[in-house]
């Protein structure tokens, strides 16, 4: 059993930046690919960003693409979410997501049913 734990969600305001983590435990996820995805208050789950377990595959929502990156660093079993000129519509809880039924697999899934492992989310507040 893997368990996903973010950090790094906070307050701050119109055009700053923050850096979401999110650090696997139980094993290695070093193999699977992650997402980010958000919910924020009455919404549903939206997705973010994809990476493959490679790295070498990204995938962002249309709303965060080129503010935002995903990244990893297998080493550390960790993923990290890079967010950069923060919107107010960014306002959301932030969750990581681990596609642990596909192991090696060359695409980054895009859809929250494709993801089997999630972590508890972080909040992200953006003020104008």
């Known amino acids: 059993q893997v368990q996903l734990v973010e950090s790094g969600g906070g307050l701050v305001q119109a055009g700053d930046s923050l850096r979401l983590s999110c650090a696997a435990s139980?094993?290695?996820?070093?193999?699977?690919?992650m997402g980010w995805f958000r919910q924020a208050p009455r919404k549903e789950r939206e997705f973010v960003a994809a990476i493959s377990w490679l790295g070498h595959i990204t995938y962002y929502s249309d709303s965060v693409k080129g503010r935002f990156t995903i990244s990893r660093d297998n080493a550390k079993n960790t993923v990290y979410l890079q967010m950069n000129s923060l919107k107010p519509e960014d306002t959301a809880v932030y969750y990581c997501a681990a596609d642990t039924s596909r192991s090696y697999y060359g695409g980054a899934p895009r859809e929250p049913g494709d993801f089997a492992s999630w972590g508890q989310g972080t909040q992200v507040t953006v003020s104008s």
């Open positions: 139980g094993r290695t996820v070093s193999m699977y690919p």
